[in-house]
């Protein structure tokens, strides 16, 4: 979950580096650094740990230190081995300090490997994992390898999920990468070439960019970059499309990230719906890889995800159950693995993921793919490693997400599972093509109401102001409302840092309700879905032990909204389709509320947004 960025050429300079890194700060900021190659044969390293405030303090140490520079390495990193000290901040080096590298994930053998090494005369500097490469690296070059051969030899001995990017003083024009289930792309400008674990941090640099393959190595040098396997066999670049500009990764006037891009869900849930039925009036998924005929064999679906993620694929299931008829299971990537699932050849597992590299859904899905299930994933980065190792691809089309927190990409996700599962009910002939239809086009009036709800921000926002000191949230709800209690529980937590729960609103008297007193704020899901009335009866129960109310209900409807202190209101919408809706004021009330409490919403301790090490 750290940020990558290199470049070389006649146009590459240190700004460079030090802007890119600031445009992957969402992916670790524990730190930062780059290494610098002069024109005199040596590496230069500069590094800042100051939490949050790295960046701005590697700008400054940075500062007019430009001249000479021909290639360079930049690092923002959240911390995995070691503790966020100097040392352990990256570039690192090898004992010459000719060598730089920065990683991106974890060497899963480094102790055995330092231990070798230091045993071989070098000298480690810091408690990473990341500086056994570095030392490897050495070694290999001393053995007469170009940095190129090795890294192959290097990767080979390398256990675990990373990516890095290497440098050599003595050859300094050429950087050399590689990576194995975590993100990295080369890019290609006027005059400078780039690599970067993240298209946005070398948007408006690069003109066109291609993706590497797991345990592939690319050589980039101002004049050419070239893509190997690692027996050295060449392979043909494969361009990605990017569809982003460069005012996409920026804030476009809004505080923050986070607000930005709450506010940029209609779009984003609009671009991921609309041109999904053909002619026909048949949903058509374009990236849907598995034959129509595979998919009516299917007899069972296991839904994977972490966090807000899971959550999204805990939507779908209801629907998938009910449009479909096909048993659906939900699982949590991370426990996925090693509780023995049953699989075969007639099961489909869907893994959601919105950078499509989080490492224990992957993992999910290599196992899902080794027991023979057929595999598809939702992500909402084009070319991902999870897309491209799956049976088939589902892309969200919410444009990139910065802040850590997910909000627009859970409801792209939430909109893309509910047109794969349109999409199954289509080829199984378990709905009537007008049933589709008619949801699919309530599908795209979301959008539209999605707007309604985000006029009410400034209402939410006094509603959070006012709670400022609560200390103890509860969030409930029943069915589809399950899922979107257990999401604004998360984000409250991800971004205020204060005790939040979900449940599922039948369960508060199995032993949740023992915690309602006059000092809880309840959040209450009660719009219009299958199971109001029950959901209005639990209300009542915590409301009568003093508990303050705050509701999330169908505008207008008054006999739910006299039973809250508070009341959010949502356009109406398909039950199934509810909780698209439903989330926003949470997400929002969460923002307002860290807000309020002076936090830093993009950036949440502790957190980042791409979770590549298990």
Not at 150 to 156: D, E, G, R, T
């Amino acid at each position: 979950m750290c940020g990558i960025i290199g470049s070389t050429g006649e146009a590459a300079t240190l700004n460079d580096l030090v802007e890119g890194l600031a445009r992957l700060e969402y992916r670790g900021y524990d730190s930062a650094g780059v290494a610098v190659a002069r024109a005199d044969g040596t590496l230069e390293r500069i590094r800042a740990v100051d939490g949050t405030g790295s960046l701005r303090l590697l700008a400054e140490l940075a500062k007019d230190r430009s001249d000479g520079y021909i290639a360079g390495l930049g690092h923002t990193r959240w911390a995995t081995h070691g503790r966020v000290t100097t040392d352990n901040a990256h570039p690192h080096m090898d004992c010459s300090g000719e060598v730089g590298v920065v990683h991106n994930g974890i060497v899963e053998n480094f102790r055995e490997l330092k231990e070798e090494l230091e045993q071989a005369g070098h000298v480690f500097s810091s408690q990473t994992d990341t500086e056994v490469i570095a030392h490897l690296l050495e070694s290999y070059l001393k053995d007469g390898l170009s940095l190129k051969d090795a890294v192959m030899s290097s990767v080979a001995r390398l256990r675990g999920a990373m990516s890095f990017v290497a440098i050599n003083a003595k050859d300094p024009k050429v950087m050399v990468a590689t990576k194995r289930m975590a993100p990295l792309i080369v890019g290609k400008g006027d005059k400078a070439n780039f690599v970067a674990s993240d298209i946005p941090a070398i948007l408006g640099k690069a003109d066109v960019f291609y993706q590497i393959g797991d345990d592939q190595v690319v050589t980039v040098s101002p004049e050419a970059i070239e893509l190997f396997d690692l027996a050295g066999k060449p392979f043909e670049l494969k361009e990605i499309v990017v569809e982003w500009d460069l005012e996409a990764a920026a804030r476009g006037g809004f505080r923050d990230f986070m607000s930005k891009e709450i506010f940029e869900q209609p779009n984003a849930v609009r671009d991921s719906l609309v041109g999904r039925m053909n002619a026909k009036g048949e949903i058509a998924l374009d990236e849907m890889r598995l034959d129509p005929e595979e998919l009516r064999k299917i007899n069972k679906i296991f839904i994977v995800g972490c966090g807000t993620s899971y959550h999204a694929g805990m939507v779908a299931k209801y629907a998938v159950e009910h449009w479909t008829r096909i048993p659906t299971e939900l699982d949590i990537s991370s426990e996925f693995r090693y509780r023995d699932p049953v699989l075969d050849q007639q099961t489909l597992v869907i893994g959601v993921s919105q950078s499509g590299e989080t490492l224990d859904t992957m993992a999910a899905m290599n196992e899902a793919a080794l027991l023979g299930a057929k595999t598809l994933v939702v992500s909402n980065v084009m070319g991902s490693s999870m897309a491209r190792a799956a049976d088939a691809a589902l892309y969200t089309r919410a444009g990139p997400e910065i802040g850590v927190a997910a909000t627009k990409t859970h409801t792209a996700q939430i909109s893309a599972l509910m047109l794969l599962a349109l999409y199954l009910a289509q080829v199984r002939h378990s709905l009537y093509p007008s049933e589709i239809s008619d949801i699919y086009s309530e599908m795209l009036r979301l959008p539209d109401k999605i707007d309604e709800v985000l006029v009410g921000d400034a209402a939410i926002e006094e509603v959070a102001q006012s709670m400022a000191t609560v200390k103890k949230f509860y969030f409930i709800g029943r069915h589809v409302g399950y899922p979107v209690a257990l999401e604004g529980a998360l984000k409250l937590k991800e971004i205020s840092y204060l005790p939040a729960e979900g449940y599922p609103a039948g369960e508060l008297k199995h032993g949740p309700i023992a915690m309602i007193d006059s000092d809880a704020v309840v959040f209450g899901i009660v719009t219009r879905t299958r199971l109001w009335e029950k959901m209005i009866s639990n209300i009542e129960e915590v409301r009568v032990r003093g508990a303050k109310i705050v509701l999330i209900a169908n505008n207008g409807d008054v006999e739910s909204i006299s039973l809250g202190d508070a009341v959010f209101e949502v356009p109406q919408t398909h039950p199934l389709l509810a909780p698209i809706l439903d989330v926003i004021p949470l997400q929002l009330f969460a923002y307002h509320l860290a807000v309020a409490l002076g936090h830093d919403v993009d950036r949440p301790r502790n957190l980042a947004k791409t979770v590549t090490v298990e």
